[in-house]
T-cell receptor
């Protein structure tokens, strides 16, 4: 069985500071890992994904994520947060051509 | 490139009524997914299509939910009869065929069952 965990319901950070949104996974085989962002009344927008290769993945809007196989983690990071980054972030995983298994989401609040 | 289209965006019905949602995936995407997102939770898969065939419907409540993807393009998800606990956002996504391909999501249909 696949599972994805986001241990923090909410992350608060001041604008200009670095941010981290945590994600751990339990996926059999070689996992494909994704981050999506959701703004109010909108669908999920793709940020980045890890398939294979370099453990540091760069994505949209300055976000990046590091795949750590030994810790089964895929944390989302950004060096300098913007107020406009405030949204709901979802980590998701899959194997092969299966559908995504999502975490419960983390609300990011960036204070001016 | 046009994204995934869904309609309606909002729907309010009473319990025991029926409702249908429509999804048009990105052109050329062979795989189509329907997810249910209950408030405060991550999306959960209802059904996955590959072209016009069902790949996974293990979590679809088949006594009340049905879905089809005729001609392997657009898709319809139906609920009949609706229950209060069906209140959620129904998200449609599509992806190219292939392992590790990115799924792209539509704006969703917000359903409220009274």
């Amino acid at each position: 069985a696949q599972s994805v965990a986001q241990p923090e319901d909410q992350v608060n950070v001041a604008e200009g500071n670095p941010l981290t949104v945590k994600c751990t996974y339990s996926v059999s085989g070689n996992p494909y890992l994704f981050w999506y962002v959701q703004y109010p009344n909108r669908g999920l927008q793709f940020l980045l994904k890890y398939i294979t290769g370099d453990n540091l993945v760069k994505g949209s809007y300055g976000f990046e994520a590091e795949f750590n196989k030994s810790q089964t983690s895929f944390h989302l990071k950004k060096p300098s947060a913007l107020v406009s980054d405030s949204a709901l972030y979802f980590c998701a995983g899959r194997t092969g051509r299966r559908a995504l298994t999502f975490g419960s989401g983390t609300r990011l609040q960036v204070q001016p | 490139e046009a994204g995934v289209a869904q309609s309606p965006r909002y729907k309010i019905i009473e319990k025991r009524q029926s409702v249908a949602f429509w999804c048009n995936p990105i052109s050329g995407h062979a795989t189509l997914y329907w997810y249910q997102q209950i408030l405060g939770q991550g999306p959960k898969l209802l059904i996955q299509f590959q072209n016009n065939g069902v790949v996974d419907d293990s979590q679809l409540p088949k006594d009340r939910f049905s879905a089809e993807r005729l001609k392997g393009v657009d898709s319809t998800l139906k609920i009949q009869p609706a229950k209060l606990e069906d209140s959620a956002v129904y998200l449609c996504a599509s992806s190219p065929q292939g392992a590790g391909e990115t799924q792209y999501f539509g704006p969703g249909t917000r359903l409220l069952v009274l």
